[in-house]
């Protein structure tokens, strides 16, 4: 665990002790002491946890959810979990079990809250896939159908692009009316956004607002696994081999592996390829009209702003694959319902999904406050607050 995290959480925690009885103080301290065994553990690793040291070690079975399988993460113990949620898994062949969820679902169920993770398909072959907006809606149901009447609402939780089909499930109407809280890291808003940071860097030479530089692997990577969407079945052997010199070298030479491809390459290559912002949206207009039509339907316009249930958003304010803009406009899409609670947390020690380094500083103290209180006001939704 980072050194400067460690006295920075410590120092945070004690301001906010300190300042609790301060009522405007953002935002309220109804659970300081989880908030910072969560915030601890994060940082630290579950394994190097406060609280794999003072609570049982949770329990993992396999179940299935209207025919797709999910990890069901419980407490240790015999008390009853305090609510319950499901993690959605991001881009990762690994699926539900990559190392970060699991040990992210160990430390909310040492919490004390049931936690479900399903299978995602398109988040496992690295692409916005339908499917998996179905199965997040059918095992927030499985989920929701096994809580107790007199316990708190589940919710949803995604991590970057997992975030997309979390919010477009929770915005079903079958879904949203049982809903109790959502929350979401690195979300974005919109994929083409994102594909133009990824391309451009953002807008006029510049990082996108304000972000880190992209990286720019994540462009190659949609088209190792996409190739069928682009209209290139038949030639994987090629695009893998674009992608691994790509990979290996962004100025690398493709073109003779260019001239065995199809025209209809052309479009998705030039696109891949341009760093000016300017050209990009011309770039993006003469793509597949599939491709278009797939960007346009995993956008959250909309879908954002269907539901009354609380949403809270993390971000990094240096993050080099969704820049925190994404977020943002989340964000005001979804305070356009009147009485909505929506918290947005941009943060400068955050990267993309994972702790960011940070030196100890009077700037990293109050941003462990920022997180603390906002860490705070999350679980209190998870219990029903």
Not at 147 to 173: D, E, I, N, Q, T
């Amino acid at each position: 665990m980072r050194r400067g995290w460690v006295r920075a959480l410590a120092g945070a925690a004690l301001l906010l002790l300190l300042a609790g009885a301060v009522r405007h103080l953002y935002p309220p301290l109804r659970h300081p002491v989880d908030a910072l065994l969560l915030a601890q553990a994060f940082l630290a690793g579950e394994e190097k946890s406060w609280l794999a040291r003072r609570t049982s070690s949770p329990g993992r079975r396999e179940e299935i959810a209207d025919g797709a399988p999910l990890d069901l993460h419980l407490p240790g113990g015999s008390d009853a979990p305090r609510g319950c949620i499901l993690l959605a898994h991001g881009m990762t062949d690994a699926g539900r079990r990559d190392p970060r969820l699991l040990a992210f679902a160990r430390i909310l169920a040492r919490l004390g809250f049931a936690v479900a993770a399903p299978e995602l398909p398109g988040m496992r072959r690295f692409r916005p896939d339908e499917e998996d907006v179905a199965r997040l809606a059918s095992s927030f149901a499985w989920l929701d159908g096994r809580r107790a009447p007199a316990s708190p609402r589940c919710g949803l939780m995604g991590f970057s692009f997992s975030a997309g089909p979390v919010l477009l499930a929770a915005a079903k109407p079958e879904v949203r009316e049982r809903v109790g809280y959502a929350a979401a890291v690195g979300a974005y808003f919109g994929l083409r956004g994102v594909l133009r940071h990824l391309t451009t860097g953002g807008g006029g030479g510049a990082p996108a607002f304000p972000g880190g530089p992209p990286v720019r692997a994540g462009k190659w990577l949609f088209l190792r696994y996409n190739a069928g969407l682009l209209g290139l079945e038949g030639y994987e052997a090629e695009v893998e081999a674009i992608v691994r010199l790509k990979l290996a070298d962004e100025g690398s030479d493709i073109s003779a592996l260019v001239s065995r491809l199809p025209a209809r390459a052309g479009p998705v290559l030039a696109l891949m390829e341009n760093r000016d912002p300017a050209r990009f949206d011309g770039l993006f207009r003469a793509q597949p009209p599939e491709l278009l039509r797939r960007v346009e339907a995993w956008s959250l316009k909309g879908a954002a702003g269907r539901g009354r249930f609380p949403l809270f958003l993390l971000h990094g304010r240096g993050d080099p694959f969704i820049p925190p803009s994404e977020s943002l406009r989340l964000a005001e899409e979804a305070r356009r319902v009147p009485g909505r609670r929506v918290r947005l947390l941009i943060l400068y020690s955050l990267g993309h999904v994972d702790p960011a380094r940070a030196g100890f500083s009077l700037a990293v103290l109050m941003e462990g406050a920022r997180l603390l209180g906002f860490l705070s006001e999350v679980m209190s939704a998870m219990e029903g607050g």
